[in-house]
């Protein structure tokens, strides 16, 4: 019989220190998650973030009438200029859509841009703002050059965008850089010599 009752003493001994072990867990808990947050009952709000960057900028074929390969953008950081070059022709250079992606608030001349929908003349240098949530701001001067913006003699382009020969469009360009005055005479260095 006295082995029975030590027996009975050792299991109570063994659950109330399991229980005192799983009340000091809780305890520890609770105390610990009401400490975490230093107000008292809320969270902090975060402060703002002063990040703003242009990550990816260029033209996509999908948004752009006309535009058969996508243009990607060149990116000289410490200048913040985003260049866009190509040889081809475009009709709609006044009618772009931009898609980018950024960190912060896009904005032209004080309008909010969005990737894709947005509309800009690219014939001259547009100004992209970007604006981080703090108010601090970025300013990326994008260049688009091609035939229309340089007065260099575009590539002759056939349906499939591959070069070809000569064609109505190739009449439609020299035309327009004549318009323009930027129309240029080959070999006008071998005439003045």
């Not at 003493?9 to 809780?26: D, G, H, P, Q």
């Not at 969270?43 to 996508?70: H, R, W």
């Not at 701001?137 to 091609?146: A, K, P």
Request: glycine share 8%.
């Amino acid at each position: 019989m006295l082995s029975l009752s030590c027996l009975k003493i050792r299991i109570m001994k063994r659950e109330l220190l399991t229980y005192f072990c799983l009340l000091c867990i809780l305890v520890f808990s609770v105390v610990f998650f009401a400490c975490g947050s230093d107000s008292g009952g809320g969270d902090d709000p975060e402060p703002p973030q002063s990040e703003k960057i242009i990550l990816e900028f260029g033209f996509e074929p999908s948004v752009n009438v006309g535009l058969t390969t996508k243009l990607e953008g060149t990116f000289m950081e410490e200048a913040k200029v985003i260049a866009i070059t190509t040889p081809l022709w475009l009709d709609n250079l006044n009618a772009l859509k931009a898609t980018f992606k950024a960190v912060g608030t896009v904005k032209v001349n004080g309008e909010e841009q969005v990737s894709g929908a947005s509309v800009q003349d690219f014939t001259k240098e547009v100004i992209y703002t970007v604006t981080a949530q703090d108010g601090s701001v970025r300013e990326y001067t994008i260049l688009f050059r091609s035939p229309q913006t340089t007065g260099h003699d575009p590539v002759p382009v056939a349906a499939d965008n591959r070069p070809s020969g000569f064609s109505d469009r190739n009449e439609k360009q020299a035309a327009y850089h004549k318009q323009r005055g930027l129309y240029r005479r080959r070999c006008c260095s071998l005439r003045s010599q």
